[in-house]
């Protein structure tokens, strides 16, 4: 059956709504990758520790420390689901410079990342896309990025130094560039030519 034309208008509205809201973000694919990231690696680590309980049970007769054991794999599957969120507000550039981006992190593991609010329309007074605009905030948004991925201690590739000291900005940078950088090959990748007429 026909969608009623009056309910088509209503959800070409919808849908415009949400595109314009779109127009917000950038870099949400990586933003989304993280926390996924995030979620799998700890699902992983307990599903480690689970496993090595279950065997420390199998060799224990004491009835106190089978009941301890229970307890902690309970806790580990309680928790299987720990994940990180990552939010992305716009702030007025009283309390923040036009250059610059902040991040905070609240105590349920969400990351705040505040962008300042002369970014949040992407768009010319003309309708024209801003692109020094998006540059400017896939930069400031690929750069806090890099600060939760490298900084906060959720990840940690085995063996890989930690960071010196002191370094964080430049380390946040470089991660950043090299960021951009994939990012730009996969959307050549995509829109050259007109590939991204098929998707
Ligand atoms: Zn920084």
Redesign the pocket.
Known sequence: MPIAAARTKAIEEFAMMVNKASEKYQLIHATFAIEKLFQEKMSRESNARVIELRNQLKEENDPERQKQIHLEAKELQKGEDKRIRILVNYISISQLPETSARIAKTPNNTFIISLPKSLENVRNPDGAINFEKIKQLRELMA?ELG?IVLHTGIFQLDGAPICVPGE??EE?EFFAQRLLELRRERNSEIYNDGHYKKI
């Open positions: 750069h600060h964080e900005e946040a």
